[in-house]
Nanobody
Framework: VQLQASGGGLVQAGGSMRLSCAASGRKFSSYSMGWFRQAPGKEREFVADIDGSGGNTYYADSVKGRFTISRDDAKNTVYLQMNSLKPEDTAVYSC????????????WGQGTLVTVSS
């Protein structure tokens, strides 16, 4: 199983960016999927996740109202739309998936770097 995150780069504060996480090796259509991030010198933190049906989403308070997680099960891909980006959003963003539905996150992607300039 591989999770490949892409779409990162450099953006100015206030800008937008969409990250993608493509899964291979297994279909994750009934699994929750999540996004996490790790800023330089900080612990990894939860950003957002989406349940297996796509009907329920959860966000960290720091991104609520600015980020939107979604999924396309036909493409086995989960997205993170990030709007109104702030310099404090600068981090390596990784996606994650559980090994079995309802369990903790087990598979982790390598991540993609998002840099927000002020």
């Amino acid at each position: 199983v591989q999770l490949q995150a892409s779409g990162g780069g450099l953006v100015q504060a206030g800008g937008s960016m969409r990250l993608s996480c493509a899964a291979s090796g297994r279909k994750f259509s009934s699994y929750s999927m999540g996004w996490f991030r790790q800023a330089p010198g900080k612990e990894r933190e939860f950003v957002a996740d989406i349940d297996g049906s796509g009907g329920n989403t959860y966000y960290a308070d720091s991104v609520k109202g600015r980020f939107t997680i979604s999924r396309d099960d036909a493409k086995n891909t989960v997205y993170l739309q990030m709007n109104s980006l702030k310099p404090e959003d600068t981090a390596v963003y990784s996606c994650a998936a559980p090994r079995v539905p309802g369990s903790g996150y087990f598979y982790w992607g390598q991540g993609t770097l998002v840099t927000v300039s002020s």
